[in-house]
């Protein structure tokens, strides 16, 4: 049932299940479509059927089997009429990247890359439980949760201009912090300016490769250049927030009688208490995040300029992966306001977009797509044709094809370090096992996976980034 219209480009029809009122989308090549789960169909046709859908049920290439909603999947929603839903957002409520910009050449850093990754290792906690050295009050997280990057700004990690060059200036509007619960502030009250775990790290990393020479010295950007990546969410105030909300949503399911295929998909109609709630809830988590990115940044720059001097590092861009906006866009012909889900996957809007920081507006925003370890990272640039396809969105990562089980049974830790090393790259971790769960062939060729996005013209290639040293949680 699924139709190839382009060479990446494949379409669900509506009758691959009962009920859905959209058709669904695959942006994918034909080497990857092998790599795709059927499951991860079957849940792009599940969200098809969702009330409100507009145009289609969408999967990046990087999309695979998620709860509810694909990893990779896009869906947008009328603002009347439509739901919002916590599976089409994730547990790790904006779990997103930023990229700093150095200014050092690689060769002036490698000589000192064991002590610097070692310094930000000790430096920024990292896995599972990690605590912060940073103490925040009560007053203090509800004021993260309601102005998230800023919060960390004003508190002197960082500068204003760092907010001009985040998604959102770093905080989502609608934000209420009294929608989040005593436990999910007891969880995230110690971990703001921690790194969690899983595939969150943070990468020293050399620009290799320039694809448009234009747009990377708008960004800022050289050959050579050292760049430091940071990819960690919302720690476990958003796991926490998302898991309450979801209790409440799967009883608005009952109350406003909507039929679903998939209990995981609990949703709740816009405009009613219950999406109201969960909204304001999820906002606070993206705002957490960002203000904990924003952090972490800001610690990374002190550990730099203890090696290297009165070093000024630059925010190029800071983008959300997992999170739900209400956004402008055109459907057939006319303006309407929706509620796009984006969950594991990057905003990429255009030039022009009044949301792309001004510094950037004539050549659309960054749009960050980080690789998995021993992989490139790439630095991308969003366009209207994005617009038109994917109400402006993008793949935001490789994409696992191998699930962290199976991994730790398939690699060794320490093998998995020992084989980076030999390729030049130096990895920390807290425990080998993140290694093994982590390694570079649990995910999709992320070469590959940028490929469909430029090709389609949805996001162009700026620049491509290699590991210099990760340090993961």
């Known amino acids: 049932m699924l139709k190839k219209i382009d060479d990446n480009i494949f379409e669900l029809s509506m009758d691959h299940r009962p009920g859905m009122r959209v058709p669904g989308r695959i942006f994918v090549s034909d080497a990857l479509l092998e790599m795709v789960e059927p499951g991860t169909i079957d849940q792009v046709a599940n969200v098809a059927t969702l009330p409100g859908i507009v145009k289609y049920s969408m999967a990046m290439p990087d999309a695979h089997l998620g709860y509810g909603f694909p ?11 439509g739901v919002i839903s ?75 201009a760092d907010l001009e060059h985040c998604e959102e200036n770093g905080a989502l509007d609608g934000a209420d912090p009294s929608q989040v619960s005593v436990k999910a502030r007891k969880r995230g009250r110690p971990q703001l300016g921690t790194l969690g775990s899983g595939n969150h790290f943070l990468e020293i990393q050399r620009v290799e490769k320039i694809y448009d020479e234009a747009i990377a010295e708008r ?18 105030a958003g796991h926490q927030i998302c898991t309450d909300h979801l209790l409440y949503l799967n009883r608005a399911v009952q109350k406003y009688k909507i039929d679903l295929p998939d209990k995981q998909l609990a949703c709740a109609p816009l405009g009613t208490p219950e999406a109201e709630n969960y909204f304001g809830a999820m906002a606070s988590a993206a705002n957490y995040a960002w203000a904990n990115r924003q952090i972490i940044g800001h610690w990374t720059g002190d550990v730099f300029r203890r090696y290297f001097g009165d070093l000024e ?18 459907v057939d012909g006319q303006r309407m306001r929706l509620c796009v889900h984006r969950k594991g996957a990057t905003r990429a809007f255009g030039p022009g977009r009044a949301e792309v920081p001004e510094a950037y507006r004539d050549v659309g925003q960054p749009v960050l797509i980080p690789g998995s370890m021993g992989t490139p990272s790439y630095v991308l640039c969003g366009s209207t044709r994005a617009l038109d396809l994917t109400f402006g969105s993008a793949c935001h990562g490789s994409g696992r094809i191998m699930s962290r089980t199976q991994a730790k049974k398939t690699y060794a830790g320490r093998e998995v370090m020992a084989s980076l090393e030999r390729l030049g790259i130096k990895v920390m971790a807290t425990q080998p096992a993140i290694l093994a769960e982590e390694a570079p062939q649990v995910y999709k060729p992320s070469g590959d996976v940028v490929d469909v996005v430029h090709n389609l013209g949805i996001a162009r290639k700026v620049a491509q980034l290699v590991p210099l040293g990760v340090a993961k949680g």
């Open 71 to 81: 990893i990779g999947g896009v869906a947008a929603f009328r603002e009347d009429g």
């Open 86 to 160: 916590p599976g089409g957002v994730g547990f790790d409520i904006n779990c997103g990247v930023r990229l700093l910009r150095t200014g050092l050449s690689h060769e002036s850093v490698i000589p000192r890359m064991a002590e610097l990754l070692d310094s930000l290792f000790h430096e920024i906690p990292s896995g599972v439980g990690s605590k912060s050295r940073l103490r925040v009050s009560e007053r203090e997280l509800s004021e993260v949760f309601h102005t998230g990057a800023r919060w960390a700004v004003e508190q002197g990690y960082g500068v204003e």
């Open 219 to 236: 960004f800022g950007l050289f050959e050579g250049e050292v760049t430091v990546m940071i990819h960690c969410g919302s720690r476990g």
């Open 313 to 330: 590092m630059r925010l190029v861009y800071d983008v959300a992966h997992n999170v739900a906006k209400l956004e402008e866009h055109e």
